[in-house]
């Protein structure tokens, strides 16, 4: 990877926010995180439960009904300059190349060619595209997009990086390879990273700090500290204990939420319209 | 020790014929398109058919070009009349042609003969009235196709309207039109833009509804402001549906084109048509009815297809 200049992280704080879905499918309530700047929070929780709307309300495309989220104490809307956000599906341009839809964000801000151009080819090399610039989307594998995609958002030097399950679709090995050079990224620009994920292994790996969220209705379930040293190297990080610790932990958590109060009927019928819907 | 020789020279010999046939084999396998060969069956269908009619009952194809080429494309005068209406034959050898201007380089002389071929005001009057209706159409169905697919108010206010126009055969406009416009232009235009304007709406409208939501959030988090996602957004996402929309907006049209002109021109390729069969002239009609076919295929053909193409690549899945 090749060294970026340091960012710098703003910080989030979501207080007492309460949400629904227009067909009064409940999913937030009284919800309350601080992320400190620059800090990479990690957020677990078994599916349907609320993860892709919590970093879709972090990014102003859902509006609270009552509570606040600010970053740097503004509220936020999804033009914001200083959010990156790399969603679940790569969401490339399928009109545009590799490198047009690498500087597509430059170019929204008025940049001329050159500049953009040289800007997008340094990410999309830290990202391992190099050479891939001229092949539109449907000619990339579907980690390579996804690749592509990160590369994208990071163009815009986001201070804050939203990432939702963004490795879900690559294999291990690759996942793997990502994820160190997420961290050493991480390690070096210092962005607050919000970074959804079903692997519990993969949270405890990048993260300072982990949440479990509930089942709908709810918020945060439990949130666990993440000690484990700094630098990481996932050999030596996995053969650690505390690594096997928080593993068993998380998993206990995870399964209570599944066990949580199971939904009755009605509640179903409203999941399932609330599905049908999105 | 000689004879095993010939045997391999002949054996290799046969092996480069058989490498030869597989060769053209493959090349055909690989190339063939039997796309050739529809346009020639159907001549060859129009000849077998023809054969136990009478000429002026069902010409053969030659007859019709021969018709076309020598008296209504490039006519030859073989009379001219004085001021006093006496009537001259001019010789054969002397009688003008478009050929003969040419040959003797004079392109204004030639190009003003050429007007004197029949053929061509039908083809140009046809071609402007399906410029006008059709470009009315693009215009309007654009316009109103991307509120239709951003609004959802206004869909929902066009749609029946659209379904409506679109269960009345456009030919059934024709009179009103006449009645209120007189024959001619205006009649045929707007006859031609009731038909192609509505299937135009619908497609560009669909088009724009199903311009993915993810798109737009990823350029929206990308910087993207409602212009700019106007223009890199949706504009390049909707390309493919508009032009499926002028293709099919292009071929209503020319539909109902022909139509009209048979009941409401005095001039064109469906009036040549029309008054063609009224007095039964069997080759002009077989004329206009190639000439329609003709002008939608080249259309097709050298604009729509290739644009067509374009997107194609794009695509996703
Ligand atoms: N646009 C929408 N309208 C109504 N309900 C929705 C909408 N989007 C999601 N939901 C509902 O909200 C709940 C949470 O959905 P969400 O997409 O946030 O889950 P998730 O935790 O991201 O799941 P996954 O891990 O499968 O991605 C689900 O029950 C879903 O049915
Ligand atoms: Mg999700």
Redesign the interface.
């Known amino acids: 990877m090749t060294k970026g200049n340091h960012i710098g992280g703003d910080n989030l704080v979501i207080e007492d926010l309460n949400f629904a879905y227009s067909n009064n499918l409940k999913i937030f309530e009284k919800l309350n995180i601080d992320v400190k700047p620059g800090e990479f929070l990690a957020v677990l929780g078994p599916s349907g439960c609320g993860k892709t709307t919590f970093l879709n309300l972090l990014?102003g495309?859902y509006q609270p009904d009552s509570g606040t989220s600010q970053l740097r104490g503004e509220a936020i809307t999804?033009?914001d300059?200083h959010?990156?956000?790399i969603?679940q599906?790569a969401?490339?341009?399928?009109?545009?190349n590799t490198i047009e839809n690498v500087e597509?964000?430059l170019?929204?801000?008025g940049m001329g060619p050159e500049k953009r151009r040289e800007i997008a080819l340094k990410n999309l090399e830290m990202v391992g595209l190099k050479g891939f610039e001229e092949f539109?989307?449907?000619k990339l594998s579907g980690g390579m997009r996804q690749r592509a995609?990160i590369a994208?958002?990071l163009c815009?030097e986001p201070h804050l990086l939203l990432m939702d399950e963004p490795f879900s679709a690559l294999d291990e090995i690759l996942r793997d390879k990502m994820n160190d050079e997420l961290l050493q990224l991480w390690d070096q620009l210092g962005q607050t990273i919000v970074f959804i994920t079903h692997s519990i292994e993969e949270a405890i790996y990048l993260s300072d700090r982990i949440l479990v969220l509930a089942r709908p209705p709810g918020g945060i379930y439990k949130e666990v500290i993440n000690k484990l040293p700094r630098p990481r190297d996932l050999r030596e990080t996995k053969s650690s204990e505390l690594f096997w610790e928080y593993k068993k932990e998380l998993n206990n958590l995870i399964q209570e939420v599944q066990a949580q109060a199971p939904l009755d009927e009605s509640e179903i019928a409203e999941l399932e319209l609330g599905a049908k819907n999105g | 020790m000689s004879a095993p020789a010939v045997e391999m020279k002949q054996d290799k010999k046969l092996d480069s014929d058989k490498e030869k046939i597989t060769g053209w084999v493959n090349v055909i396998r690989n190339n063939a398109s039997w796309s050739w060969v529809s346009l020639p069956s159907l001549f060859l269908v129009w000849m077998l058919v023809a054969i136990p009619f009478e000429s002026y009952i069902l010409p053969q194809p030659w007859e019709v070009a021969d018709e076309a080429w020598n008296e209504m494309m490039f006519p030859t005068v073989s009379e001219v009349m004085d001021d006093d209406g006496e009537i001259t034959i001019i010789p054969e050898a002397d009688r003008p042609s478009v050929w003969k201007f040419i040959a003797k380089g004079e392109p204004s002389n030639a190009l003003a003969h050429l007007f004197r071929g029949e053929l061509w005001p039908h083809v140009g009057w046809s071609l402007l009235e399906e410029v006008g209706g059709f470009g009315a159409a693009i215009i309007f169905s654009v316009l109103f196709g991307f509120l239709a697919g951003f609004f959802k108010g206004f869909r929902e206010y066009i749609v029946p309207l659209n379904g409506l126009f679109m269960a009345i055969p456009p030919i059934a406009w024709a009179p009103l039109m006449v009645i209120i416009f007189g024959l001619g232009y205006t009649t045929i235009v707007i006859v031609i833009f009731i038909s192609a304007v509505n299937p135009m709406i619908l497609t560009i409208m669909e088009g724009v509804l199903q311009i993915q939501g993810q798109e737009v959030r990823a350029a929206r988090v990308l910087g993207a402001r409602k212009w700019q996602l106007f223009l890199y957004v949706y504009l390049p996402a909707s390309l493919p549906f508009v032009t499926a929309a002028l293709r099919i907006g292009f071929s209503q049209a020319w539909r109902a084109l022909v139509a009209a002109e048979m009941i409401g021109a005095s001039v064109g390729l469906g009036y040549m048509v029309q008054t063609a069969g009224e007095v039964g002239n069997s080759r002009l009609v077989l004329l206009g009815i190639t000439m329609i076919g003709l002008f939608s295929y080249l259309f097709e053909r050298t604009l729509f297809r290739p644009i067509e193409k374009r997107y194609e690549v794009w695509r996703l899945e």
């Open positions: 990014a495309f999804p033009e300059p959010l990156g956000y969603f599906a969401n490339l341009f399928p009109w545009l597509f964000g170019r929204m801000t539109l989307p449907n995609s994208r958002a815009l």
